[in-house]
């Protein structure tokens, strides 16, 4: 069993405000996973005070771009000698699939090398030619840190998303209070011990696992510059209302409900080895899964049954298992609100192709659900408009391109999304007419030197390489 009793504030392990410990219960048999404190508001009020002076006395805003990359670097080799260790913890706290967590590690080093690139490459500082060749000014364009940081990450991909935060926050030079979830309290504590032997100054970075009223806390804090924010919507629209108020620096990564384009030249075969990875990746609980496959009228009964087929193979139950495609839900209340939605698929009149809201026969301990399959799937329906962050696909049929194009349009959400087709131009084509951030063809995996984040209600800014880099920067000109 793991045991944190104490926070790490500002670079140090210290006692917390309240003793008592978290229990981190297994989400695939409910046994003791291990123990954990958790931060309260005094404690968020001691990690953003030492970040204030470390930001406004300390030495790490004023380090050479060199030295912070370096430290980063450092950082990033310690996590890649200890990633078979995080990914066992995430798997046994969060119930994500053992497959996807060991998968995860490499993609967390190309994410790192794609901010340390950007920082090697970005121009810090900068003469500006002017345009007019008689000016007698010259302008001095200077990248600076924001401030104090608060980034504040949901439970389903605790590294992927603390990195992608904390990565680019330090190396433009901010000091960073990571919130992070209850539920990753064991995996963020071996992230903690990570930042504490990379080599950052005292102060310089806090991680706390806590509730959300102590997030809330957080974030409205007068002290804190720039909120990074990863979660729900309904959440992003609250963080955004306390930015607003504030006039604090603010982006948000959010929900998505996003759509997989099937043309009619598309090879079935290639789309269904690649369908569990863009639809059902981590137990359904990931914010990119392309749940809304949209296939011709005239191949709809074949998709169907190829979606159909691909689901009821793949194994469900404990996520250690190596064989295991789909674990358990994070918590009970989740596992209850996906099966909800699948009962109020059936309500609406969708056909129930696959699953349903039954729990798995022989995994009735634990938190799981049954993937589960609909079809003949109006857009309106609740399940195809909502994000039901679960393993729950829609197959909607569209009559033409144009069709298709609006469907997948016809969202709040604009995050991610799929085309399929054996003609790679022709998918490009339609790629570039779907109101979303990221659209993979024929399941590309996301790349981490362009930007990632959402169009609409998915959010606002973006993660990853320069543009995630920029995120954390202020502009400033200085005449001469």
């Known amino acids: 069993m793991i045991t944190y009793d104490r926070l790490f504030i500002g670079g140090t392990w210290t006692e917390p405000s309240a003793p008592e410990l978290r229990d981190i219960l297994s989400p695939h048999d ?15 009020d001691r990690a953003v005070a030492v970040a204030r002076a470390a930001f406004d006395e300390g030495t790490w805003p004023n380090t050479p771009p060199s030295e912070r990359i370096a430290v980063l670097r450092r950082l990033n080799a310690l996590r890649e000698a200890r990633a078979e260790q995080i990914a066992a913890v995430i798997t046994a706290e969060n119930g994500s699939a053992g497959w996807f967590t060991r998968a995860g590690q490499p993609s967390l080093t190309r994410q790192a090398h794609a901010y340390l690139k950007a920082a090697e490459e970005l121009a810090w500082e900068e003469t500006l030619t002017p345009t007019d060749p008689a000016a007698t000014v010259r302008s001095v364009v200077r990248r600076e840190p924001i401030g104090v ?19 680019p926050a330090l190396l433009a030079g901010n000091t960073v209070i990571l919130k992070v979830s209850p539920e990753n309290s ?16 005292a102060g310089t970075i806090s991680v706390l696992p806590a509730d ?37 620096r603010v982006s948000l990564e959010l929900g998505g409900k996003s759509a997989a384009i099937v043309l009619p030249d598309a090879d079935l075969a290639k789309f269904t080895a690649g369908l569990a990875f863009s639809c059902l990746l981590n137990n359904g609980e990931a914010c990119i899964a392309q749940t809304r496959i949209l296939a011709p009228r005239s191949r709809y009964e074949e998709v169907v049954d190829a979606v159909k087929q691909v689901v009821e193979t793949l194994k469900v139950g404990d996520p250690q298992d190596p064989d295991t495609f789909i674990g358990p839900m994070i918590r009970r209340d989740q596992q209850q609100r996906v099966r909800d939605y ?23 301990r634990g938190y799981y659900v ?7 799937v109006d857009n309106a329906m609740r399940i195809a408009q909502e994000e039901i962050f679960g393993p729950v696909l829609v197959v909607i049929a569209y009559e033409d391109e144009d069709d298709a194009v609006r469907i997948a349009n016809d969202s709040e959400y604009g995050l991610s999304g799929g085309v399929w087709s054996a003609d790679e131009r022709h998918a490009l084509a339609v790629a570039r007419r779907i109101r979303t ?17 959402g169009f609409k209600a998915s959010g606002i800014g973006r993660e990853y390489g320069f543009a995630g880099l920029n995120t954390y920067l202020e502009y400033k000109t200085v005449t001469l």
């Open 30 to 44: 409910e046994s003791l996973v291990g123990r954990a404190a958790q931060a309260r508001p005094d404690d968020v």
């Open 370 to 376: 049954s993937p589960t399959v609909f079809a003949d």
């Open 149 to 167: 940081v608060a980034a504040v990450i949901p439970w389903n991909s605790p590294f992927s998303a603390s990195l992608a935060k904390i990565i």
């Open 212 to 248: 959300r009223e102590t997030s809330e806390h957080l974030v409205s804090h007068p002290d804190v510059d720039k909120i990074a924010f990863t979660g729900s919507t309904g959440a992003g629209r609250r963080i955004a209302s306390i930015a607003g108020q504030q006039l604090k």
């Open 342 to 364: 699948i009962a109020t698929g059936i309500e609406e009149g969708a056909r129930l192709v696959t699953g349903g809201p039954q729990v798995p026969a022989g995994l009735e």
């Open 186 to 201: 064991l995996s963020m504590g071996l992230l903690a011990d990570l930042l504490a032997e990379c080599g950052l100054p």
């Open 437 to 453: 951030g990221t659209v993979t063809i024929n399941v590309a995996p996301v790349g981490f030197d362009g930007p990632f984040g």
